[in-house]
């Protein structure tokens, strides 16, 4: 398995970000030398179709298909940019439709999303199928991850989260599993260190660290483990939580999407 397409968002209204948020797809894309299409619309656009008022957006939305075919052309990678045609759906929604068809998403941010690109990312991790990576705006990738740290709880998510990222397990030169034991029980055949035989019969460099909550959140504790091992990428299932379950026992999937990744972070639901 390999990636062989990848998806991007570029908001053509903010072109001094068209940059940042092609480099990561790019410099994956010519890893794997697979092809990137970038959708390009405004992340705030109405439903709407658009009027001749829009002329302005037009020309942005030129602009920003000019600039990506360029970068892409310098790093050699196949590529096509896609301006909507269709707005009969939301944001969200077209970009998950493109991903079905696609083996990953590359979505760049800064800080907290605002509520447009959270409904963008919660579109492209739960209605897609597909694997989604978040990456923060100050730490894109610009080669393939080293250190992978995969946060592993037994659940469906935790499981399609890893499989979704097995060509950058595979190329890294260490995975690490790990597995918050006081967070829930877990049965001897869902134990993380089956986890690490199983990517190794895939030719991955594996261990799997116990790690123990304590008295902070999940998040928190991952987090220091990210930074305990040097691992420039986190992966995790993504389950989708009623807002009550949010609020009483809080949600990971929600702390990243909510505040932003602190880290280059794949998701799967």
Do not use: C, Y
């Not at 970068?71 to 896609?82: K, S």
């Not at 890893?162 to 134990?191: F, M």
């Amino acid at each position: 398995m390999t990636f062989t397409s990848i998806l991007t968002h570029l908001d053509p209204t903010k072109e001094a970000d068209a940059e940042a948020a092609t480099a990561t797809p790019l410099a994956l894309a010519e890893a794997f030398s697979a092809h990137v299409t970038a959708l390009i619309f405004p992340m705030d656009s109405a439903l709407a179709a658009p009027t001749p008022a829009d002329d302005a957006t037009g020309l942005l939305e030129d602009r920003a298909a000019a600039t990506f075919a360029a970068a892409a052309q310098g790093r050699g990678v196949a590529h096509q940019a896609r301006k909507r045609t269709s707005f009969a759906f939301g944001n969200g929604e077209a970009f998950a439709d493109h991903l079905r068809v696609s083996d990953l998403a590359v979505l760049t941010g800064h800080g907290a999303p605002g509520m447009a690109a959270q409904i963008l990312q919660q579109a492209a991790i739960f209605e897609s199928g597909r694997p989604v990576l978040l990456v923060p705006r100050t730490q894109r990738l610009s080669a393939l991850p080293q250190r992978i740290l995969v946060a592993w709880d037994a659940s469906p998510a935790a499981v399609r989260a890893i499989h979704g990222a097995l060509p950058l397990i595979r190329s890294a030169a260490e995975t690490i599993i790990a597995t918050i034991t006081d967070d829930k029980e877990l049965r001897p055949g869902q134990s993380g260190i089956e986890v690490t035989h199983l990517l190794a019969r895939h030719g991955a460099k594996t261990r799997f660290m116990a790690l123990q909550r304590g008295s902070g959140g999940v998040l928190e504790r991952l987090l220091a483990a990210v930074a305990d091992t040097e691992s420039d990428m986190l992966v995790m299932g993504a389950v989708r939580h009623s807002p009550l379950h949010n609020l009483v026992l809080g949600s990971v999937t929600q702390d990243v999407l909510g505040d932003g990744p602190k880290l280059p972070t794949l998701l799967a639901a």
